[in-house]
């Protein structure tokens, strides 16, 4: 079963037991020396971030539309961006930077932050409960759980986030518990702030510490401690005031949308309001799989208390919290998944707890493996597919999310063809689709700037703030458009003799079609009637 398999002191001595394998016996020595080191905890996760990347340059899945997206904005460094802060561009930039640019070197990051959030996961663990045993699973655990499976493998805001909440957590928990706190304080600060550089959910940090400090230790908040890491912390956002400064406050805008605070009243629909808190419970329930094993084994857990101490209570607080904030908000517009992940990672450590309370019984290990089974039938699916598999029929090409993983080379291919240009960076590329602009940029020969034309009634996006290139460097250049739909349905003409190529593509995911788009090659791009064209790039 999966937890044997991780028993990696077995697979030493099965593997280097031999006499003539005396070299091993010190590396075994410093790894595998006591049953639940931190030593182990990061052999078992570089091993599996290795096999991780060995699966990212098989070329199985491409990088998601967001993924590329952060990629994109590493070409174009800011102390800002519209949508997000700014730290996702800063660390595409130097992986991309020191390998190149490929797949796997962006989501080497995910990968190797992932490490740092096991790691982190188990010195949480050991403050909280002071149990090596309890931390050792706590961070091998996490391998089993869909969410942290996504950030270990995705790289998304949501891959730094994770970390530095953890970590926010660890020197929050220290800074109350230990005399020498304004170490610890400053050290969260330092977390806080980073995790604010990574994604706008760090500010629940803010609300949820002082309610458990107003709630359980009201002395920490007559000291001046708290109130330095919160000052401090917030300096990291003075890079997002400059930045909204200088684009009349867009970026605010953006957030105060996302909180659904200025969505208005009459479009507001009760119906469609349960349906989206249905989506979101189910999505929470999807997101920890291994928890249901809780359930469905909880006369094996009847006599564990799920809050036993303060630990416990620390870390279901949090979440607790954090979920009623979305689930609420679910009420007013959709909540994607992957927002509540952050608050889940540490509050694993209490189901790692009550997991390890009884030994495993043969159902838990039978429970483990289907999850594994499941990761590895999933990750699988686009092998499967092109082979006309049976298991690659049991998820429909219309809702597995492989769909959105395939494809995107292809297009940037025959989007090069159409080009006829051996130099892709001396010609003008447009669509108004922010996900086909990066994709392009990334998959093409060159990886050349794609840009993003306004189209009436879509959200705005970073490739906005960007805009368009001056109009005089377009005289005389060809430019290729790659629209989602026929360009007459946006109300945009050409003069026949400006058009020198029309193509298009169907792309297809498991004999499904996942998307068709449609290529033009004009002489001049200026020449379409019905496109604006005020935005210029900076």
């Keep these: 079963m999966l937890l044997e398999i991780l028993d990696m002191n077995r697979f030493y001595n099965t593997i280097f037991k031999a006499k003539n394998k005396t ?33 990212v340059m098989a070329g199985i899945q491409e990088l998601d539309y967001e993924e590329v997206q952060y990629w994109t904005w590493s070409k174009h460094l800011d102390i800002w961006y519209y949508s997000k802060p700014p730290l996702i561009a800063y660390l595409n930039w130097f992986s991309t930077r020191l390998f190149g640019v490929h797949e796997w070197s962006v989501r080497l990051n995910a990968v190797f932050l992932s490490v740092l959030t096991a790691i982190a ?48 957590c660890l020197y929050f928990w220290k800074a109350i518990k230990e005399e020498n706190g304004m170490k610890n304080w400053l050290l969260t600060a330092l977390f806080v702030g980073l995790g604010l550089l990574s994604k706008y959910a760090l500010l629940f940090f803010y609300p949820i510490s002082f309610l458990y400090l107003w709630r359980y230790h009201k002395e920490k908040l007559r000291e001046k401690g708290y109130y330095l890491f919160v000052f401090l912390s917030l300096l990291f956002l003075i890079p997002f005031v400059i930045w909204n400064i200088r684009y009349n406050w867009v970026g605010l805008g953006h957030v105060a949308q996302l909180s659904g605070l200025f969505r208005p009243s009459n479009t507001f629909n009760f119906l469609k309001a349960i349906l989206r808190q249905l989506e979101f419970l189910g999505g929470q329930v999807v997101m920890n799989l291994p928890l249901l094993l809780l359930l469905i084994f909880r006369a094996k857990y009847k006599e564990v208390k799920v809050i036993s101490q303060e630990a416990d209570r620390f870390l279901i607080f949090q979440v607790a919290m954090v979920f009623f904030m979305f689930f609420g908000l679910s009420f007013f517009k959709r909540v994607n ?60 090409g219309k809702v597995d999310s492989n769909k959105k993983l395939r494809g995107w080379a292809e297009l940037a291919l025959v989007a090069e063809g159409n080009l006829g240009f051996p130099n892709n960076n001396s010609s003008m590329i447009f ?88 290529f033009y090659l004009f002489n001049d791009f200026y020449k379409i009637e019905g496109i604006e064209t005020t935005l210029k790039r900076n």
């Design 23 to 55: 070299y091993f016996k010190g590396i075994n020595r410093l790894l595998f020396g006591k049953p639940y080191s931190l030593a182990r905890v990061l052999a078992i996760h570089i091993v599996v971030g290795l096999l991780k990347l060995f699966y």
């Design 121 to 168: 996961v188990y010195y949480l663990a050991l403050k909280l409960y002071h149990s090596a045993r309890l931390a050792y699973y706590s961070s091998i655990l996490l391998l089993l759980f869909p969410g942290f499976v996504y950030v270990s493998m995705y790289f998304t805001t949501d891959a730094p986030l994770v970390l530095f909440w953890v970590l926010s």
């Design 337 to 396: 998944i992957n927002w509540l992940l952050f608050a889940y990672i540490p509050v694993y450590i209490v189901a790692a707890r009550i997991f390890i309370s009884q030994p495993f019984f043969k159902g838990l290990k039978i429970g483990f493996s289907i999850i594994a089974f499941l990761f590895t039938l999933f990750f699988l699916q686009p092998i499967l597919a092109t082979r006309d598999a049976p298991l690659s029929k049991v998820v429909s």
């Design 431 to 518: 669509t108004e689709s922010y996900r086909v602009a990066s994709e392009l940029s990334f998959y093409m020969d060159g990886n050349p700037d794609v840009f993003c034309l306004p189209v009436p009634d879509r959200k705005m996006h970073q490739f906005d703030i960007w805009g368009l290139p001056e109009k005089d460097s377009l005289i005389n250049q060809r430019a290729l458009l790659v629209t989602t739909k026929p360009m007459e349905s946006y109300g945009w003409e050409s003069p026949p003799d400006n058009l020198i190529r029309l193509d298009s593509l169907t792309l297809h995911y498991k004999k499904h079609p996942t998307g068709t788009y449609y």
